[in-house]
Antibody, heavy 117, light 113 residues
Framework: QVQLQESGPGLVKPSETLSLTCTVS????????WSWIRQSPGKGLEWIGY???????NYNPSLESRVTISVDTSKNQFSLTLTSVTAADSAIYYC???????????WGQGILVTVSS | DIVMTQSPDSLAVSLGERATINCKSS????????????VAWYQQRAGQPPKLLIY???TRESGVPDRFRGSGSGTDFTLTINSLQAEDVAVYYC?????????FGQGTKVEIK
């Protein structure tokens, strides 16, 4: 059974950097694509980007200048970094497994991140 | 970006009746060359992450009850829930994966009448 678990701080100050990690169990990260998706009341579900285990990435252009997704195959983890955050970045952040044809078949439970001073 | 617009925003259906949710894309999300429609549907119950129901517009994910049916092509897609059950109360989302960035519809809330 594939499981994903997000971890990281739930509170980030404006202008600082949001950093989250997703730990994958029940499957090797050396297959499929691995995505970050966020959900906020104002913007609904928003795909942030994905990474393939070899390191290739694809980001949503709306966030591309501030986003980095990386992978650590030795730990079966992938991570999200979002710089210069504002209140608009407050959301539930999900990590998900993305099938090769680009739908999301496994999701983490999500982590609420609030941007506030 | 391709915009996915769902209708209605919410609907209330009696137990055992049919619920129909529509999703319209701002441009075609189908390739005629492979006859595939690049749309998935998800169910999100309260306090839970989205759950994949359907991909390729009409292929049910393993374990999804057959009362969930997806259809459509081009720019118009439909999720039908036949014989609505109490556990189907949720928000339903469509998503396209035709070209990045993948985008989702705004969601349709299904309640029991």
């Amino acid at each position: 059974q594939v499981q994903l678990q997000e971890s990281g701080p739930g509170l980030v100050k404006p202008s600082e950097t949001l950093s989250l990690t997703c730990t994958v169990s029940g499957d090797s990260i050396t297959s499929y694509f691995w995505s970050w998706i966020r959900q906020s009341p104002g913007k609904g579900l928003e795909w942030i980007g994905y990474i393939y285990y070899r390191g290739s990435t694809n980001y949503n252009p709306s966030l591309e200048s501030r986003v980095t997704i990386s992978v650590d195959t030795s730990k079966n983890q992938f991570s999200l970094t979002l710089t210069s955050v504002t209140a608009a970045d407050s959301a539930i952040y999900y990590c998900a497994r993305e099938q090769q044809d680009n739908w999301f078949d496994y999701w983490g439970q999500g982590i609420l991140v609030t941007v506030s001073s | 970006d391709i915009v996915m617009t769902q209708s209605p925003d919410s609907l209330a259906v009696s137990l055992g009746e049919r619920a129909t949710i529509n999703c319209k894309s701002s441009q075609s999300v189908s390739y005629s060359s492979n006859n595939k429609n690049y749309v998935a549907w998800y169910q999100q119950r309260a306090g839970q992450p989205p759950k994949l129901l359907i991909y390729w517009a009409s292929t049910r994910e393993s374990g999804v009850p057959d009362r969930f049916r997806g259809s459509g092509s081009g720019t118009d897609f439909t999720l039908t829930i036949n014989s609505l059950q109490a556990e189907d109360v949720a928000v339903y989302y469509c998503q396209h994966y035709f070209v990045t960035p993948w985008t989702f519809g705004q969601g349709t809330k299904v309640e029991i009448k």
